[in-house]
């Protein structure tokens, strides 16, 4: 393996060993603490543009499976790991982790401290970092950085192009899922729940999808800044009271903004799978999947809305409803909950609201 690096924002450098892509790569280094779940974390399109660490030591013990992956997208920019496996030991495997990531331009870096790079994350925040030669100099690579800008509108980049479907045997409901970076998880989620599933692009007009008759909207996924997404917030502006709305992860931040909530940016967001969640209705835990750098301002949501789910590390908002308009919406990803139980109580409540109707329309 070649010797190669990576540079911070704030000029600390690190060395390690490259794989996957030998290409250069630059933009936002994030933390993930997942133990398990590397191929669901490369194929998210949530984490589109990224630069990954994962802070678990061995990754791509188990290879990459065909049938696993969560979306046809491959959208980070870089893993970085402590220890990389590339003689996987699972009998489902089709290819290497390598074998993908260079396949698809992700570029590797491993042999170095994740430790220290995911303190100095968590400590000073999300910054921009470069992965290069290590023959690249400090001068050359800091210049590089400073010259960075941050892509817009990376919903328009994952989302679909053209709707697609998802058919289930004897379905109940039918149900529009706004692909804002909809991963095929929550989309077999909705199908084992008696939905059949129309997957349409970001920018479908409300017209457009009031006439394809749906008994309810779920707006899921998506990476980058939540702001960007004026056509899809106008979009909801236009359906909410209309028909029922379950908005997931991005689509919670969305709805947020139909709603005239604040959005907050992070100094350090939240990537992995091992997050403690409190619904407040019934006092219970639950441990999420959360991949999100923005959060609502809890009062402006409490002025809106009805608060349904809490972060018990910060208190922080992570759920709420609108029974007036049939509107329910989580930061967190059910379809990847530690529980399905967990999973299966948010679908529920959005399949009660399906039944409901909406009395407002």
Sequence with gaps: MKKRKIVLANGVELKGKGFGSTKEALCEVVFNTAVVGYQEILSNPGYTEKM????????????????????????????????????????????????????????????????????????????????????????????????????????????????????????????????????????????????????????????????????????????????????????????QGKKPLFGISAGYHLLGLVNNMNLIKMKTGRHGGNHPVKVLETGKVEIVSLNHDWLIEKESLEKQAKLTHVNILDDSAAGFTIEKDNVMATLYHPDAAANPNDTAALMNQFVEMMKGGNQNA
Aim: glycine residues 8%; hydrophobic residues 35%.
């Design 52 to 239: 990954i660490v994962m802070t678990y030591p061995l990754i791509g013990n188990y290879g990459m499976i065909d049938e696993d992956y969560d979306s046809k997208l491959m959208g980070p920019k870089a893993l970085i790991v402590r220890e990389f496996n590339d003689k996987p030991s699972n009998f489902r495997y089709t290819k290497t982790l390598s074998e993908v990531m260079e396949e698809n331009d992700v570029v590797g870096l491993t042999h170095l401290d994740t430790r220290k790079l995911t303190r100095i994350l968590r400590d000073e925040g999300n910054m921009v970092g470069l992965i290069c030669d290590a023959e690249v100099s400090h001068e050359e690579a800091m210049a590089k950085i400073a010259a960075y800008s941050a892509p817009e509108n990376l919903i328009a980049k994952v989302s679909c192009k053209k709707k697609w479907y998802s058919r289930c045997a004897n379905p109940k409901y039918s149900v529009i899922v706004i692909d804002c970076g909809v991963t095929y998880g929550l989309v077999r989620e909705l199908n084992h729940n008696g939905c059949n599933v129309t997957v349409v692009p970001y920018n479908m007009s409300a017209e457009a999808i009031f006439s394809m008759n749906p008994d309810g909207i779920v707006v899921a996924g998506g990476p980058g800044n939540p702001n960007d997404a004026g056509e899809t917030v106008e979009t909801l502006r236009l359906l």
